[in-house]
């Protein structure tokens, strides 16, 4: 086999393997922002002043407004997050519907 289809072939695995770690992320940030959503629901359905935040190792006592910005601004930033996986795995995506046609027709030859 040539050297540039070699080429090909890896750069196609490369992409399948890129494309795997982004939906594997998607679906880790996904998980952690309705994690994020269901407690702040909680928090804005309770009617308590204070609550507990998990810092490093240890859990600190906090008003619930600040705790509610704190999530808030997470949610914000898996959002984020999020829209650049999607806009990443649709790059992705397009690199590999170009190869496959140019590596099916080497196969084919």
Do not use: C, H, W
């Amino acid at each position: 086999m040539a050297e540039n289809d070699m080429n090909l072939i890896n750069q196609y695995q490369l992409f399948q393997q890129q494309l795997q770690s982004i939906l594997i992320q998607r679906e880790d940030t996904k998980l952690e922002l309705m994690e994020n959503e269901k407690a702040l629901e909680q928090l804005k359905n309770e009617n308590v002043k204070e609550a507990y935040k998990i810092s490093g190792q240890i859990m600190v006592k906090k008003d619930v407004e600040s705790i509610k910005k704190d999530i808030e601004d997470r949610i914000s930033e898996l959002e984020l997050r999020l829209s650049a996986f999607d806009r990443t795995e649709k790059k992705i995506s397009e690199k590999l519907s170009e190869l496959e046609p140019k590596i099916q027709k080497m196969l084919g030859q």
